[in-house]
Structures are given as structure tokens and as C-alpha cells.
T-cell receptor, first 115, second 110 residues
């Protein structure tokens, strides 16, 4: 398996523009997570899905952020409009629940820079 | 109650020494405690994990010590090597949600 795939790997945009980050989870994984990583705040869980259904979006910072999972093999995280404080590395991760074990497999991340 | 506190923020250890990173949690509902390792430019990857019914787990040079009553756990890296230089995150999990610590940047001096 190729692992979790994210695109683009790098994104530079200007303030006010719409940004869409994409993720393909590992086939067969039932859970998909979106994280944001910054120096100041560390690794933050934004939202996660189970079987394509959003379960917990309490980490989404504000209404400018939205996430969708139209099918088991694709998810998007959208920021509209983007702001400089959104600059961060965004990770997608997937997992399959097996008992109490919950290893998450992370993608390589998308480094977002908002100018 | 959802926080996981991790220390130190950064750590420098001589090659061959022991690296120790500590974490504490509050929510007793957590039932899985993994450690993730992250190299620059990469996503975190699971290193080792423990359940609360055991006090220690060892995999090679990496050991987790777990103190359920104190709600604390730690990662020990024996015979630390330059290749261990990375950022380490502890985490606590229940169901399918993981709460990560703030991370420790570990540097091993040759």
C-alpha cells in the first residue's frame, strides 16, 4: 500500500483565497483525521470521520474551515477565505479500529503558507 | 481534562546516553498511550504504545514506563543514537480520538 497520500505537498496562496487540501486514506481504514501542526500550538486535531461521516469537528477553528469525505477513498479540507494565521502543516491520517489499539498512519503533510 | 502535558520541550543527549521524555494526563477514560516519532518533513509515525494494564513495555532500545495511579508515563531511549534525533509526541487515546502532547525535540550529539 502507498500509505496516506496528501496533495499538494506545498501550497502558497494570498490572503483571502480559497485553499483546498486533499487526502487519500489507506484502503480499508475506517477513520480519517485532519490535523494542523504549528510551532506555537503543536499538533491539533481538527476533525475526524468514521465511515465517511464526520464524528467530531470540535477542533475546527472557525467557520472558514470545512471538511468533507464524499467516499471512503477521498477527503478534502477547505479554507475559505484563507488568512496568514492559517499558515501551518496540515496532516491527514487514517486508522482502523482494532480493539483499544488505534494506530494512526499519517500522510506526509501539506505545508500551507498564506501571504 | 483532555490535556496531555509533555516535558521537556527540547532535550540534548550525548550519543550512548539515556533520553527520557515525560507525559501526564488527566482523563482516566484514556485507554491507549502511544508515542509517535516525527522526522523533519515527515508525518508522525507510531513508535511504541502501551495499555494501562501493564506498567512497562520494551521494544529494542525504547521503553515506556506507565504509572496508572499517578497518571504519568514516560519514554526511555537507551543507548541514544544520532538517528534518534527527531520530535517525539506522547498521546492518550480513547475510542478513536487521540490527544497529543506538545512534543519534545530530541537532539543526540555524536
Amino acid at each position: 500500500d502507498a500509505g496516506v497520500i496528501q496533495s499538494p505537498r506545498h501550497e502558497v496562496t494570498e490572503m483571502g483565497q480559497e485553499v483546498t487540501l486533499r487526502c487519500k486514506p489507506i484502503s480499508g481504514h475506517d477513520y480519517l483525521f485532519w490535523y494542523r501542526q504549528t510551532m506555537m500550538r503543536g499538533l491539533e486535531l481538527l476533525i475526524y470521520f468514521n465511515n465517511n461521516v464526520p464524528i467530531d469537528d470540535s477542533g475546527m477553528p472557525e467557520d472558514r474551515f470545512s471538511a468533507k469525505m464524499p467516499n471512503a477513498s477521498f477527503s478534502t479540507l477547505k479554507i475559505q477565505p484563507s488568512e496568514p494565521r492559517d499558515s501551518a502543516v496540515y496532516f491527514c491520517a487514517s486508522s482502523i479500529l482494532a480493539g483499544v489499539y488505534n494506530e494512526q498512519f499519517f500522510g506526509p503533510g501539506t505545508r500551507l503558507t498564506v501571504l | 481534562q483532555q490535556q496531555v502535558k509533555q516535558s521537556p520541550q527540547s532535550l540534548i543527549v550525548q550519543k550512548g546516553g539515556i533520553s527520557i521524555i515525560n507525559c501526564a494526563y488527566e482523563n482516566t477514560a484514556f485507554d491507549y498511550f502511544p508515542w509517535y516519532q516525527q522526522f523533519p518533513g515527515k508525518g508522525p509515525a507510531l513508535l511504541i504504545a502501551i495499555r494501562p494494564d501493564v506498567s512497562e513495555k520494551k521494544e529494542g532500545r525504547f521503553t515506556i514506563s506507565f504509572n496508572k495511579s499517578a497518571k504519568q508515563f514516560s519514554l526511555h531511549i537507551m543507548d541514544s543514537q544520532p538517528g534518534d534525533s527527531a520530535t517525539y509526541f506522547c498521546a492518550a487515546s480513547s475510542a478513536s480520538k487521540i490527544i497529543f502532547g506538545s512534543g519534545t525535540r530530541l537532539s543526540i550529539r555524536p
